[in-house]
């Protein structure tokens, strides 16, 4: 619920506010920020990770993912 909520919304305060109110969840802004980003990070080195795997696919392998 948190990172959903940092991820749509336009700051974290207001993220930490709609958790309040719609899901009775008090988080604080700065741990909002803080496990937003850290899903962020994780998702940008997985990626990182799989475009490193492809790119060192042969050429004709690439072509059938």
């Keep these: 619920k ?5 991820v749509t919304n336009t ?3 207001r993220a930490s506010e709609d958790l309040l109110t719609l899901g009775d969840l008090a988080v604080a802004v ?3 920020e803080r496990v937003a980003q850290g ?3 994780e998702r940008c080195v997985e990626r ?3 475009v490193a795997c ?3 696919l042969p050429l004709v392998q690439r072509s059938r993912h």
């Design 54 to 56: 492809y790119q060192a």
């Design 30 to 32: 700065k741990q909002v």
């Design 39 to 41: 899903i962020g990070l």
């Design 48 to 50: 990182a990770a799989a």
């Design 11 to 13: 700051s974290f305060a």
């Design 2 to 6: 948190i990172v959903h909520a940092g």
